[in-house]
């Protein structure tokens, strides 16, 4: 059992509109992570969340994207205005002690 | 200098053949230390934390070198279920909880 979901796990979008992927625990959490893999590169940070503030982000992490946690338990990466080189999977992660436990992804694509 | 890194492979070893991979990172600071797994298209998932005195999990066994700052992963007798993408990934430095992942080896273990 995926110990966080993630929804949808395909979404294809047009260049320029706005897409918000959703992840949700299983048990609850405070501490979120969001990662973006472009195909055939690395696994890059984007953000983590803490307690419905951003604690941490990179420098990928522009003002096109925003985080939330709109309803107390689902955790949202809104991407405003796509463009194609936001294509990739976006992944959220909870920590597990020091580790990430990753979900199963969201596999955008923007055309 | 990359903060995580890693030769990309891919390394093609038959069925039951020993195989060793080596990252370096950039931060000395680093905290914690892990490799985890990916298959294609897949969440990268968590094969084993990588602590200073060495650790065995079966076939697996990972090494840490903090003068060097160099971590090692060993396969013992691969298994052709072993054939994914190895990410080492580091955590930690001056507070921080985020995961910084390598790009990855590839192995393809054959019949």
């Known amino acids: 059992e995926p110990e966080v979901t993630q929804t949808p796990s395909h979404q294809v979008t047009q260049m320029g509109q706005e897409v918000i992927l959703r992840c949700v625990p299983i048990s609850n959490h405070l501490y979120f992570y969001w990662y973006r893999q472009i195909l055939g590169q690395k696994v890059e940070f984007l953000v983590s969340f803490y307690n419905n503030e951003i604690s941490e982000k990179s420098e990928i992490f522009d003002d096109q994207f925003s985080v939330e946690r709109p309803d107390g338990s689902n955790f949202t990466l809104k991407i405003r205005s796509t463009k194609l080189e936001d294509s990739a999977m976006y992944f959220c992660a909870r920590p597990g002690g020091l580790e990430a436990f990753f979900g199963q992804g969201t596999r955008l694509t923007v055309v | 200098r990359k903060e995580v890194e890693q030769d990309p492979g891919p390394f093609n070893v038959p069925e039951g053949a020993t195989v060793a991979f080596n990252c370096t990172y950039s931060?000395?600071?680093?905290?914690?230390f892990f490799w985890y797994r990916q298959d294609c298209r897949k969440e990268p998932k968590l094969l084993m934390s990588?602590?200073?005195s060495g650790n065995e999990d079966g076939r697996f066994t990972a090494q840490l070198n903090r003068a060097s700052q160099y971590i090692s992963l060993l396969i013992r007798d691969s298994k052709l279920s072993d054939s994914a993408t190895y990410l080492c990934?580091?955590?930690?430095?001056?507070?921080?909880?985020?995961?910084?992942f390598g790009a990855g080896t590839r192995l393809f273990v054959k019949a």
């Open positions: 990588v602590y200073s």
């Open positions: 931060n000395s600071a680093s905290q914690s």
């Open positions: 990934a580091v955590n930690g430095g001056a507070g921080g909880f985020k995961t910084i």
